[in-house]
Nanobody, 121 residues
Framework: QVQLVESGGGLVQAGGSLRLSCAAS????????MGWYRQAPGKQRELVAAISNSGSTKYGDFVKGRFTISRDNAKNTVYLQMNSLKAEDTAVYYCNAGVMGYSGSYYAGDWGPGTQVTVSS
């Protein structure tokens, strides 16, 4: 029921920065968090970061402090600021609207169409 519109993907050189945006619309009744996943060819989709409507965050271990997730609740929009990008960050990045539990675990819900991020070395 949630429509997710992504923007900001593209080509960037290693060491550079990129900001992804995802705006959600539609039924948000069961949604209290949004996040980003990524999937490289032949690899399993993995969580990059998620943020609840209260500001709690969860990051994938591979981020190593390079990425920051933020959210504008009024606009139902989530952002992913990616700095110090590496070639291994190349993947399709998917926006997601889901639920974050009290423990901080993120439960994926509806998916965006995905946007390609390519980091050139």
């Amino acid at each position: 029921q949630v429509q997710l519109v992504e923007s900001g993907g593209g080509l960037v050189q290693a060491g550079g920065s990129l900001r992804l945006s995802c705006a959600a619309s539609g039924s948000m009744f069961r949604i209290n968090a949004m996040g980003w996943y990524r999937q490289a060819p032949g690899k399993q989709r993995e969580l990059v970061a998620a943020i609840s409507n209260s500001g709690s965050t969860k990051y994938g271990d591979f981020v190593k402090g390079r990425f920051t997730i933020s959210r504008d609740n009024a606009k139902n929009t989530v952002y992913l600021q990616m700095n110090s990008l590496k070639a291994e960050d190349t993947a399709v990045y998917y926006c997601n609207a889901g639920v974050m539990g009290y423990s901080g675990s993120y439960y994926a819900g509806d998916w965006g169409p995905g946007t390609q991020v390519t980091v050139s070395s």
